[in-house]
């Protein structure tokens, strides 16, 4: 460009600063992966959360906790808890409880995803994994209460153990029911929560009833 020529920089003006381009604040934790992590920690982790939902479970309330980070693990522990709990124990091979643990293990799954399908169908707006995490994780008072049955059993099983177990398992199914309920009922239209809430009522009476009438061979 003719003038150009004629310009010129002093060199008494300092020349500052750095020749790159801002491209954001870059943090360390944004590298990180779970990938990267060693084993031992993700499963602590893991651990933690599933702690975290048992808390929840027992001391139900209105939270999103069991909803935002659903999980299968723990309803996949208390179920086979349960169904090892259910089984009669005898030595002989013929009659090991194996028909029993896998109809328990039927009854829990395949009940929940009725119920499941059946929140869906009613225009309920939790996932389909979502619903089956909250039920799964409900069955935890239940399985307390088998726990418990089993002690008692233990003890005798004349009219006071029945009257024993009865009472624990009426508190542990209503305790069942009202917390999947607090979890779920407000993902459903408010005039057809009865519809939901019956066949949850019905899942975990099934449940209360085979525990209740279990005897030990």
Partial sequence: FPGLT????????????EITVPVGSHSPDEDFSTLDEPVRDTIMR????????????MYPKKSSALLRDW????????????????QGGSADSRDDGGPQFAEVFVIIWFGAVVITLNSKLLGGTISFFQSL????????????????????????????????RLVVVIAMFGWSTLASTAFLA??????????VVYPIFLFYFVISWMILTFTPQ
């Fill in 6 to 17: 004629d310009v010129s920089i002093s060199e008494d003006i300092p020349v500052e600063g």
């Fill in 46 to 57: 893991d651990l933690k959360a599933v702690g975290k939902k048992f808390v929840h479970v």
């Fill in 133 to 164: 995490c909250v039920l799964g994780y409900c069955v935890l008072p239940l399985t307390v209460a088998m726990l418990v049955c089993r002690l008692v059993l233990l003890v005798g099983s004349g009219t006071i153990s029945f009257i024993i």
């Fill in 71 to 86: 999980d299968l693990w723990g309803p996949l522990v208390l179920c086979v808890s349960l169904a090892l709990m259910l």
């Fill in 186 to 195: 407000d993902s459903q239209p408010p005039n057809r929560k009865a519809l």
